[in-house]
């Protein structure tokens, strides 16, 4: 008879394991997260891509046009060999290129004001691959973060806050609480109950995927400096502000590459930073960390001459910041504009009594637990994260 060993398991493991399923079952469908966050990339890509269209205006016929030395002929060898689609702007008319540019600077100003969010996040993403396929290699490469931000926020429910979708949302009459549902065909309230929470799902999937994107991007950027030694004795700093592409103010980038502690500090600082990155985001060390990232973005786009990149890295970090942060700001805005006015702030409340419920999301699950407080006067509802959404608005189509 074979011997049996005896089988060993550990107690509450199970149970554990089950919890946490439990736990991102119900942080993936329960309800949309990071509302705010998600409102702040469709404000800054849009603005981004704006302002970037508006400042090549008179350069459009060279990047995009019948003037542009990659020439149509040349994007559809490319589309051939990489799979881009170009749905606009592959013609060599300029009455052509003209509507489809008035097309895009349209598209891009609606959908940072958030009007029928859902068909302008979709005419965005259109937009924004058209015109990166058609002159691939003719921008600073900014565009190229801004695209893939462009097709993960089709996903998400980015009209929720701070757009006219919102207030026109806001206008409409909210029922009593306790008021009963309408009556209405049972088949047709599963289905509006299903449309709600594949809603959710697929922002929520939309906000992870936009985590972990710029988790990826920092993580490998940070894996590729540490090979060589070329961050380490600061050569690449010494090349980067020698290079005369990227020297906006000569006599500034000749100062900074003078001192040869300010090289070694950024060199090592900014390798450190970005290896870091994906493991720092728990608890309150993400803000000086985001706060450092912030400062290296602003350093670029000063030294080097690349605004678009480092503006479409700072809005990307914007996704890592709890919603309440955002609740909170606006009024220590207010309170700051009375103080300078002479005007006594409001009262705060005491934590517990208005605490902001926090989202949860790829801001708020590594944000801090601490209660966030805002002021008494507050009695707007609209701009508090919800605290259950069994059932869902649309976001605006």
């Not at 259109?126 to 900014?142: E, L, N, Q």
């Not at 910041?321 to 006015?341: A, E």
Request: include cysteine; glycine fraction near 10%.
């Amino acid at each position: 008879m074979a011997n049996e060993t005896p089988r060993t398991t550990l107690p509450g493991a199970g149970t554990r394991l089950g919890e946490r399923i439990t736990a991102g079952w119900d942080l993936l469908t329960g309800r949309p997260v990071s509302l705010y966050a998600a409102s702040v990339l469709r404000i800054g890509y849009g603005l981004l891509y704006l302002v970037f269209l508006l400042r090549e205006f008179p350069h459009r016929h060279e990047i995009w046009g019948p003037g542009s030395p990659w020439t149509p002929a040349l994007a559809r060898e490319l589309f051939d060999q990489t799979g881009w689609v170009s749905v606009l702007v592959l013609s060599d008319s300029r009455a052509y290129l003209e509507l489809c540019y008035g097309l895009a600077l349209v598209t891009s100003a609606l959908f940072m004001l958030g009007w029928r969010t859902r068909v302008m996040s979709v005419l965005f993403a259109v937009v924004v691959t058209s015109f990166h396929a058609r002159a691939i290699f003719m921008t600073d490469g900014g565009d190229n973060l801004i695209l893939l931000m462009a097709l993960y926020l089709v996903l998400t429910a980015c009209g929720r806050r701070w757009s006219l979708d919102a207030r026109r949302d806001r206008a409409k009459p909210v029922p009593a609480a306790g008021a009963p549902r309408p009556s209405g065909h049972p088949l047709i309230r599963q289905l509006s109950d299903a449309r709600g929470l594949l809603v959710t799902v697929v922002h929520n999937c939309g906000m992870f995927l936009i985590a972990a994107q710029v988790c990826l991007l920092y993580g490998s950027a940070g894996l590729y400096k540490v090979q060589g030694g070329t961050w380490g004795n600061g050569t690449a700093l010494h090349y980067a502000l020698n290079l005369e592409l990227f020297r906006p103010w000569p006599a500034l980038s000749g100062f900074v590459d003078d001192h040869l502690l300010v090289i070694a500090v950024a060199g090592y600082l900014t390798v450190l930073l970005q290896v870091a990155f994906p493991f720092v985001l728990f608890g309150r060390l993400k803000y000086p960390v985001l706060g450092l990232l912030l400062g290296m973005h602003i350093g670029i786009a000063v030294l080097m001459g690349l605004p678009l990149f480092s503006g479409a890295m700072i809005v990307a970090d914007a996704v890592f910041l709890p919603d309440r942060l955002y609740v909170l700001l606006p009024h220590l805005g207010r309170r700051v504009l009375r103080r300078k006015r002479g005007v006594d702030p409001a009262p705060v409340r005491a934590a517990g009594a208005g605490a902001v419920p926090a989202q949860g999301g790829p801001g708020d699950a590594l944000a801090s637990t601490d209660p966030v407080v805002v002021p008494a006067e507050r009695k707007d509802t609209h701009d508090r994260p919800e605290t259950a959404l069994p059932r869902l608005p649309s976001q605006g189509s």
